[in-house]
């Protein structure tokens, strides 16, 4: 029901910065949590992180802790993820998504997800 489009991909080197957005349409994705994941070539999609409207408690994978931040702008129906020390290891696609309502917290895995983004493409070169 929401309508999902990432933007802000690029590229860049390894050790710089990207914040991505997240514009939601239709249908307002602050009722419960904003998440992103992330899908390299040959790979799983991957949890990378959630926020929770309610709480604003916001939960990590290990990988990307302590350098990327989620946040997200009700009045602007957008959600952010700022992603700072970029690794060649970050190379992905990244997808928003907005998880099924009722989902226990923290929502990390994709059947606990219910729309998508298209995805925009990150790639960090060494």
């Known amino acids: 029901q929401v309508q999902l489009v990432e933007s802000g991909g690029g590229l860049v080197q390894a050790g710089d910065s990207l914040r991505l957005s997240c514009a939601a349409s239709?249908?307002?994705?602050?009722?419960?949590?904003m998440g992103w994941f992330r899908q390299a070539p040959g790979k799983e999609r991957e949890f990378v992180a959630v926020?929770?409207?309610?709480?604003?408690?916001?939960y990590y994978a290990n990988s990307v802790k302590g350098r990327f931040t989620i946040s997200r702008d009700n009045a602007k129906n957008t959600g952010y993820l700022q992603m700072n020390s970029l690794k060649p290891e970050d190379t992905a696609v990244y997808y928003c998504?907005?998880?099924?309502?009722?989902?226990?917290?923290?929502?990390?895995?994709?059947?606990?997800?219910?729309?998508w983004g298209q995805g925009t493409q990150v790639t960090v070169s060494s």
């Open positions: 926020i929770s409207w309610t709480t604003g408690s916001t």
């Open positions: 239709g249908r307002t994705f602050s009722r419960y949590a």
């Open positions: 998504a907005a998880p099924i309502w009722g989902a226990s917290w923290p929502p990390s895995r994709e059947y606990e997800y219910n729309d």
